[in-house]
């Protein structure tokens, strides 16, 4: 029981010590409004790292006085660091805004027009430069069916095949 008790003390240490940083994103096709809609799910105390380091300026997530303006920087920053293509063809993104639950935080983009998916390829940045061990899990919905990457800084990109 000792040497257990030696073993598991400094593993929780570690564990607790060394976070992991990973991000979650639903891509929904709304086949019959031939929209996606996008939520993207961040913990906001390490965007505000890459926000801080993408504008040069300091930012208060949580106490920003400015709605309007931070918007606007989590726009940019948000855009620069996701792309969407379907059909090889790069898709625009519009950013609708963004509401904070505990730790994180959800953004919310759509895109509109978009034709039905059979190839889906997904380039997702976020947070690579500030943190080198980043994940960003994507899932995207076609027909309530997911399908799913991992993006890494070594694979910042991924294809997913659909049915026609």
């Known amino acids: 029981m000792r040497s257990f008790c030696l073993f598991i003390l400094p593993l929780q240490f570690f564990i607790l010590s060394h976070p992991f940083y990973i991000s979650l994103t639903d891509m929904v096709y709304k ?8 939520a993207q799910k ?28 931070l918007d606007k920087l989590l726009a940019d920053y948000l855009m620069a660091h996701n792309t ?3 059909n090889d063809s790069k898709i ?6 963004h509401e904070i639950e505990d730790d994180a935080a ?6 509109t027009n978009v034709p039905q998916p059979t190839k889906v390829t997904i380039k997702n940045t976020l947070l690579f430069g500030e ?9 995207f919905y076609v027909n309530k069916r997911p399908r799913s990457v991992i993006t890494t800084t070594q694979k910042p990109e991924g294809v997913l095949q659909f049915e026609e």
Not at 92 to 97: D, E, N, Q, R
Request: glycine share 4%; net charge negative; proline share 3%.
């Open 131 to 139: 943190f080198p061990s980043q994940q960003n899990v994507v899932n």
């Open 106 to 111: 959800w953004f919310y983009f759509e895109a």
């Open 92 to 97: 625009s993104l519009t950013y609708l805004g």
């Open 31 to 38: 086949g019959d409004e031939q929209r996606l809609e996008i």
């Open 84 to 86: 969407v293509m379907i």
């Open 42 to 69: 961040i913990f906001w105390d390490d965007l505000e790292v890459g926000l801080e380091k993408h504008h040069q300026t300091p930012i208060d997530f949580i106490n920003d006085s400015d709605r309007a303006k």
